[in-house]
């Protein structure tokens, strides 16, 4: 049962976060970020977010870091807008599974490209 409300609350601050972060932080360090994930802990005390952000890996870390100084703002606006006892403290974290994808996808294209590669060479032996 505490699985079912801790998976409704983490989709919920999922959407309020987009929102925040995108209206609401006025700061330039912070950049184009999609907030990908929310991880709430079964007594709702802990959320983890995670985030991919656009950019190169210092502007990462500078959104990171933006994103963690600006927790009790984010912390604030999250319990105006969700009604809870206790507002869950908040984690950030990067979402490493689209690069991991992205690193399968092109994997999986090398193996196919050299399967065409080793097909056409059997088809045509050199003499």
Excluded: C, W
Excluded at 18 to 45: E, M, Y
Excluded at 52 to 66: C, I, N, P, W, Y
Excluded at 102 to 119: C, F, N, Q, T
Aim: no cysteine.
């Amino acid at each position: 049962m505490g699985t079912i409300r801790s998976n409704r609350i983490g989709e919920q601050m999922k959407k309020e976060l987009s929102d925040i972060i995108g209206r609401k932080i006025k700061d330039p360090r912070v950049g184009f970020v999609t907030v990908t994930a929310v991880d709430v802990t079964g007594d709702l005390q802990q959320a983890t977010v995670y985030v991919s952000v656009f950019g190169d890996a210092d502007q990462k870390e500078q959104t990171l870091r933006s994103l963690a100084k600006a927790t009790g703002f984010i912390r604030t606006e999250i319990g105006k807008r969700i009604r809870m006892r206790k507002t869950p403290d908040i984690f950030f974290k990067f979402d490493e599974s689209l690069n991991y994808g992205s690193k399968i996808e092109s994997l999986l294209s090398d193996i196919k490209r050299d399967d065409e590669e080793d097909e056409e060479n059997e088809e045509h032996p050199k003499p």
